[in-house]
């Protein structure tokens, strides 16, 4: 069994991948720093069931700020860590972007350079790319953000590849496409329209609702996570995506299905950084590392909606 890093433990990825880690045996060390980007309460819920672990550690610190002699040596390193979210990414809480996705992974990346890991897996996103030029999306095309976020996730990428090449770290980078389950962050869509329609409140739908996106379940980007650390090619770059695209306007079709609540649509017009289309190839994901995401979108809305309903139950909204 081996002795895993997981930083943003307390995220919505992040817990679900220490969750994986810890039930097949492996020993975690979850960072978090608690940011207050949203309530603090409830990345702490997402970590109850790994705090009653006994192989779970819990390290509260800032990876861009704290001393990091702190970090203990591990095998594997899954830096799921950053300052999410396109839209808050302009202005002068870019800082916070840049300290948090760049710095901190660049003083990561220092404090692991001469360990001898088995794996850094990365999470990148497909913000990367922008508005992209084509669909599907393979990981060659060049990047072009179209978001301050977008450029920060590239900017940690890019350090995470030239430590690999430089200093031989076995990196690999993973480009998620809209994760979405239970625990999903509150700012994300589809958690602000399940809690909007549990409340029988408007939800707020951003252009015209036939923007898509390539949705990948959460059960399907922690599977992406432990393929990349046993199977990735050196300096590996992934779509973690192709699992179900469908438009706003469809998904929120299925929720009102699973919530058995009609929604209410407030327009808005869509901001800028939010790219009207995205769409994973996930050719290099199933060649390299023998998976593709597969959840349909039926199902994984069906499991949000439920954990929705039971987090904000009794009127809690």
Not at 135 to 148: A, K
Not at 220 to 240: C, F, H, I, K, M
Not at 263 to 272: K, L
Request: aromatic share 10%; net charge neutral; with cysteine.
């Amino acid at each position: 069994m081996a002795r895993a890093l997981v930083t943003g433990a307390a995220g919505f990825i992040g817990s679900h991948l220490a969750e994986r880690l810890l039930a097949e045996g492996h020993d975690v060390i979850g960072v978090d720093c608690f940011t207050d980007y949203y309530d603090p309460a409830l990345k702490r819920a997402n970590l109850a069931a790994c705090r009653a672990h006994p192989r779970f550690t819990l390290l509260e610190l800032d990876l861009g700020a704290a001393d990091l002699a702190a970090l203990p040596d591990v095998d594997v390193v899954f830096h799921q860590a950053a300052q999410a979210g396109v839209r808050a990414s302009w202005g002068r809480d870019f800082a916070s972007y840049a300290h948090h996705n760049v710095l901190a992974t660049q003083r990561l990346l220092e404090r692991y350079r001469e360990a001898r890991l088995e794996r850094f897996v990365y999470a990148s996103s497909s913000s990367v790319y922008g508005d992209a030029e084509r669909f599907p999306t393979p990981e060659d095309l060049l990047p072009r953000p179209f978001s301050p976020y977008g450029v920060t996730k590239l900017a940690g990428e890019h350090l995470v590849l030239l430590y690999g090449r430089n200093f031989g770290l076995p990196v690999a980078a993973l480009r998620y496409f809209t994760v979405y389950g239970p625990r999903q962050r509150p700012d994300m869509a589809f958690h602000r329209f399940c809690r909007a329609m549990l409340a029988g409140r408007p939800i707020t739908v951003y252009g015209d609702g036939t923007q898509s996106r390539d949705f990948t379940y959460i059960a399907d980007a922690v599977e992406a996570n432990l393929r990349a650390w046993t199977r990735s090619a050196p300096q590996g770059v992934y779509n973690v995506g192709g699992g179900s695209q469908v438009e706003v306007r469809q998904a929120i079709a299925l929720l009102e299905d699973a919530l058995g609540v009609r929604a209410v649509i407030d327009a808005q017009p869509r901001p800028p950084g939010d790219p009207l289309r995205t769409r994973a190839d996930a050719t290099r994901l199933t060649a390299d590392l023998g998976f593709a995401p597969a959840t349909p979108i039926e199902r994984g809305l069906a499991a949000e909606a439920a954990w929705a309903r039971e987090l904000y139950a009794g009127g809690r909204v």
